[in-house]
């Protein structure tokens, strides 16, 4: 149902409230007021004990009951210690059991304020699953809650009829927001593209007009988002509180402010965000500036060094006539940030956040601005990434000394039981897991990479609950970037939004003074991951035993160096090229064409100890043979046993993940079309994974995972080395009831039985059972002397699959289309 502005303005009054309450008291009545005054729900009263809380989490004494309404209870918690000045996951699903148990109520809407008060999470958690998930909104003291003021007014009304427990839903339904998010930065930044001038064909290198605008448009492109980027990072650091001017800690409107009341500037981004960028964040003297200059904290305060890469002054930046006008950074201020809930948490599959998260970047840039969707891009649900990244983690545990069964394994890692888990072990398997090296070869905007390490992090903090070493969040997670993450991607786009990803992810963790950002270049690399030579231990056999392991040794030294430098950076870059160049001269073999990944240099340090322990990814979909087969052509001589010019690139991937992984023990974990179990072009795919590896499970996802494609997807976990043919667990999701969980129970797997060249079939185990009864008493028809010949068929592709634009176009035409 609509929401009316003058509701949304009286749920934002009633929340200034609770942050103007002095005492718990004050705040529960505050919020008492909100929903019985402006929701219609019915005032409840009372107090429920939290003494029984575990010795995990630290919350108060009670809880207070506010209202209620068909019983759904409200309740507010007021957490009052240091330990929780953020409402973290552990507090909040404690608070809803303990509250479940005594209340016995169907559904709980929860109310917490962090121990300064000035944050509120409205959290409607669920406690079906075995891990409990969450569902939230957070709005904080001096910040903009339009977001969250539109959502809680449409919870319900005397006016709506939908029930209570479905507008509560809808309302902590992230989709809506994402939607129009998408919607709005898009249309931003197109237009900043046709704002932006200085990138005049006529100005950039290339032989013939057409390679001059193309490079000028690619050029424009990488400008708009780098600045973009680097808007979005300095709002989302703000929202940390880390920058202020004038005291004013909504940093960029108050830049603006200043900026317009000034009469000697006449530029935003020339008088004010290059100052910021490249003499604040990441100034030459690479550290906090000395503001002895008062002219440079007239216009930007005093901003912490943050180095990293992100705000370093590149080529482009240094480009004589860009002009940015002011008319595409105020809209970016006003219609984006202004108006839209921002969170620096990136939500996970177990606690999503109604807002703007990093993890929407990431899905700007696959679905919205490259247009990747018509390269075979697609972004993946986050749930399917929390599934393929546990899955890969616990065969990876399973071939680890930790000591524990499989089934322990997977109480840990699907629902952080630690109960079997004793305090030694807890230390074998926080090292396991710490040492683990996992590669996405096309890592896109880095789901992932973020992906795994939010799964990593879980872990290690209920490992260290069961007694393995404590780390602080924030060098946790710098831990695992530089120990376990690693990726590639042929698009500079794509690695852009990776890497800041992973830096808004550290960030968020960080508390004053300020650590720097790491340097990422080595971490997340541009190029073609499948053109290079094969990187699989057979290719260079004992080379870095023998010959290359000296170098291989000094070139992690210097990129562990380069990390975490702030000064020096060239020489270091310039070390590191000249060890890679000895490097390929030690495995003199095959020279990797320009563009290329050559795996074995560019991740020497991996492969100096066998390989990765995991690939997990997204590899792109696209058929080999279109445009005039261009890629055919272009991967036919790799080598690739897969290779098949009918086939589809993401067969190559499939290949190149293996080759990336240890020799024996390596686990692969991508999510692709389900073509190759069928097509007579992904036979070369059943016989390489049958003969060379051992694939362990298959999860047919049918067409629902990606909403703007139109293949039919599924997860395939495998473990290299093997390849005995055995039968391995399988499901089709398409024939299970609707909404069923990922990954479904057990007792809905059926399996796959791989035969030879044959196609594979996914069915049950009593499907199997009539199967097999079938073939002992009558003739498969592929026995029988006969010809079987095709009846009509179509090979027009081009007549029934088109893309973006030639949709838009002929909804142009004629509106009807669109239904079409």
């Not at 990488?222 to 979005?232: C, D, G, I, K, P």
């Not at 992090?457 to 997670?477: I, M, R, W, Y």
């Not at 890629?631 to 036919?636: E, I, P, S």
């Amino acid at each position: 149902m609509p929401v009316s502005t003058e509701d949304a303005r009286k749920v934002e009054d009633h929340i200034s409230r609770t942050f103007s309450a002095d005492d718990a008291r004050g705040r529960a009545e505050a919020i008492r007021r909100l929903f019985v005054e402006v929701l219609d729900f019915d005032a409840d009263t009372g107090q429920i004990s939290l003494a029984a809380a575990p010795a995990s989490v630290t919350l108060p004494e009670t809880a207070w009951r506010v209202a209620q309404l068909d019983g759904v209870k409200v309740l507010y918690i007021g957490l009052d210690t240091p330990e929780t000045d953020r409402v973290r996951k552990a507090e909040a699903s404690a608070s809803a059991r303990l509250i479940a148990d005594q209340l016995s109520s169907e559904d709980l809407l929860l109310a917490f304020t962090n121990t300064s008060a000035d944050q509120l999470h409205l959290i409607w958690p669920d406690l079906e699953p075995a891990r409990p998930s969450l569902r939230r909104m957070t709005v904080e003291r001096d910040l903009p809650r339009r977001t969250a003021a539109e959502q809680l007014a449409g919870i319900y009304s005397k006016r709506d009829k939908r029930p209570i427990r479905v507008a509560i839903r809808d309302a902590f339904d992230v989709e809506p927001v994402t939607k129009e998010f998408f919607a709005e930065y898009k249309r931003l930044f197109e237009a900043a593209k046709q704002a932006v001038t200085g990138f005049d064909p006529s100005s950039e290198e290339g032989t013939t007009l057409e390679e001059r605008e193309e490079r000028a448009d690619e050029n424009l492109h990488l400008f708009v988002q780098t600045l973009f980027n680097r808007l979005l990072f300095v709002y989302f650091l703000s929202r940390k509180g880390w920058l202020t001017f004038k005291g004013d800690n909504d940093y960029l409107n108050a830049l603006w402010k200043d900026y317009q009341e000034s009469a000697e500037e006449t530029n935003f981004y020339r008088d004010r965000l290059c100052h910021l960028f490249f003499f604040g964040l990441n100034n030459p003297q690479s550290s906090d500036l000395n503001f002895r200059d008062r002219f440079i904290e007239t216009r930007i305060g005093r901003p912490p060094f943050l180095n990293g890469g992100l705000f370093e002054q590149t080529a482009l930046d240094r480009r004589k006539n860009v002009d940015v006008p002011d008319e595409t950074i105020k809209p970016v201020l006003k219609d984006l940030f202004d108006k839209f809930n921002f969170t620096v948490m990136e939500s996970t599959p177990f606690d999503v956040e109604v807002a703007v998260d990093p993890e929407m970047l990431g899905k700007v840039f696959e679905e919205l601005v490259t247009g990747r969707n018509e390269s075979g891009s697609y972004y993946t649900p986050r749930t399917v990434v929390s599934f393929m990244c546990r899955e890969s983690l616990k065969g990876h545990l399973e071939t680890r000394d930790t000591g524990l069964t499989s089934d322990v394994i997977a109480g840990l890692v699907d629902e952080h039981r630690t109960a079997s888990i004793d305090v030694a072990a807890a230390r074998r398997v926080a090292q396991a897991l710490g040492e683990v090296t996992v590669v996405d070869p096309a890592c896109g905007s880095g789901a992932y990479l973020l992906g795994m390490m939010q799964e990593l992090v879980e872990l290690q903090t209920v490992l260290f609950n069961a007694g393995a070493d404590a780390k602080s969040l924030h060098d946790l997670k710098l831990e695992i970037i530089e120990r376990n993450l690693y990726g590639a991607d042929i698009d500079e786009f794509a690695i852009n939004i990776a890497m800041l990803r992973l830096w808004l992810s550290l960030a968020i963790e960080d508390q004053p003074p300020i650590e720097p950002l790491p340097n990422l270049n080595f971490k997340v690399v541009k190029g073609d991951s499948l053109l290079g030579p094969d990187p699989g231990p057979g290719n260079y056999g004992d080379l870095f035993q023998a010959r290359a392991h000296g170098v291989a040794a000094e070139l992690a030294a210097q990129k562990q160096r380069f990390m975490s430098a702030t000064t020096g950076k060239d020489e270091i870059k310039e070390a590191v090229q000249q060890l890679e160049d000895d490097l390929r001269d030690a495995l003199a073999d095959v020279a990797a064409p320009p563009g290329a990944v050559d795996w074995r240099v560019t991740f020497a340090e991996v492969f100096d100890r066998g390989g990765f322990d995991i690939a997990v990814a997204n590899p792109p979909y696209i058929q080999l043979q279109k445009e005039g087969g261009k890629l055919a052509n272009a991967y036919r001589a790799c080598g690739y046993e897969t290779f098949a010019r009918t086939g589809d690139i993401y067969q190559l991937f499939y290949e190149r993940g293996c080759q990336l992984l240890k020799a024996k023990g390596g686990l692969l974990a991508y999510i692709t079309s389900n073509s190759w179990l069928r097509a007579e072009y992904g036979k070369l795919t059943r016989r390489y994974f049958t003969e060379s590896h051992a694939p362990l499970r298959w999860l047919d996802l049918g067409k629902d995972v990606f909403a703007s494609a139109i293949v039919d997807s599924g997860v395939l976990l495998l473990r290299t080395g093997g390849g005995q043919g055995s039968p391995f667990p399988a499901v089709d999701m398409d024939r299970l009831p609707a909404k069923t969980a990922i990954p479904p129970a057990k007792a809905l797997w059926g399996e796959t039985r791989p035969e030879g060249n044959l196609p594979w079939s996914v069915l049950s185990q009593a499907e199997w059972a009539v199967m097999d009864k079938m073939h002992s008493t009558g003739t498969p028809l592929r026995d029988w002397d006969i010809a079987i010949n095709y009846g009509i068929k179509t090979g027009l592709n081009e007549a029934f699959i088109i893309d973006n634009e030639t949709k838009d176009a002929l909804v142009a035409e004629d509106p009807r289309s669109a239904a079409v």
